[in-house]
């Protein structure tokens, strides 16, 4: 487990975020992963990450969505798959502790989706905050990957593991903000849709989860990208449905889309079994290395 140094910052709004550090030179270059649902720094790609990125001498920090550094945040909302803003507000928080140095932003699985949707909208702009990006896994169009997780054994298996929690945290904020939320019906979900219909969507001023799962879609934003950025994915993600991936012509310029054959869900295992960790910190220090080349392995 790498050593974290934690660090609170209170949002524009009123509430708070908990950020952990690997701490390096004051002029080296700082790397911020946005972690995946219900991930923190926990969670075997930030362990691996960020192991690799004091090794190499770097700064590293996760900035942990509201209520997933284990501590529930002050209010009804919590975080989902669209919150650009949110990563707005960080990116250029950080950037100002950066410094000099170059900032590299990249996010996992609905991380990913957040980061790629705040890179198409602020297109330009955001050449100003980040040398670099990369999004690991993400579910780029929310109806086509949520609709596969509720359906046949992925539900049960899946689903039914990620719901564990989000439906727990859900239900401790109806208990703390009485009247905001239907709890019996949050009881009762089964589905993904089921549960941002009952809590996501109304927490977050979407009409309902049909409505949140396209605005918050990252699919529509990769045109716009203007920022060097990896798009990796493998073509075996049980959560990243074929159907979801883009074609050539879906994809701006500076955006390579690296799409290995094998990988499951930000798994990139290499070596006898268990596997080893270490290939995707690599990939990722290869596209900040040179990202205009957009390398390929």
């Not at 209520?67 to 209010?75: K, V």
């Not at 939320?181 to 049909?210: C, K, Q, W």
Request: proline residues 7%; glycine residues 8%.
């Amino acid at each position: 487990m790498p050593i974290y140094r934690r660090e609170r910052w209170n949002t524009p709004d009123g509430d708070f975020i908990d950020l952990d550090w690997v701490d390096g030179p004051a002029d080296a270059p700082l790397f911020a992963l946005f972690h995946g649902l219900e991930g923190s720094s926990r969670s075997h790609y930030a362990r691996s990450l960020m192991r690799a990125i004091r090794a190499r001498g770097w700064r590293g920090v996760i900035p942990h969505f509201r209520g997933c550094s284990g501590e529930a945040n002050r209010f009804a909302r919590a975080y989902h798959s669209g919150d650009s803003d949110e990563i707005d507000w960080v990116l250029r928080r950080l950037h100002s502790l950066a410094g000099t140095a170059p900032l590299h932003a990249a996010g996992v699985s609905l991380g990913g989706n957040a980061l790629l949707k705040w890179l198409g909208e602020r297109e330009h702009a955001a050449r100003d905050l980040l040398a670099s990006a990369a999004a690991i896994c993400p579910p780029l169009d929310l109806t086509i990957a949520g609709r596969s997780l509720d359906s046949g054994l992925k539900r049960h298996i899946y689903t039914r593991y990620l719901l564990s929690t989000l439906k727990s945290k859900a239900l401790a904020k109806v208990e703390r903000h009485p009247g905001r939320f239907d709890g019996p019906r949050i009881r009762r979900v089964g589905t993904l849709f089921e549960f941002d219909d009952a809590y996501t969507s109304p927490a977050h001023g979407f009409n309902d989860a049909a409505d949140y799962w396209r605005r918050a879609s990252s699919k529509p934003w990769l045109r716009a990208i203007r920022v060097p950025t990896l798009l990796l994915a493998s073509a075996n993600d049980p959560f990243v449905p074929s159907a979801a991936l883009p074609s050539a012509d879906e994809l701006s310029a500076d955006v390579h889309f690296d799409c290995p054959r094998q990988g499951g869900h930000v798994g990139f295992l290499t070596g006898a079994c268990p596997g080893q960790l270490g290939w995707l910190p690599q990939r990722l220090f290869a596209h900040c290395a040179t990202p205009e080349h957009r390398e390929t392995t």
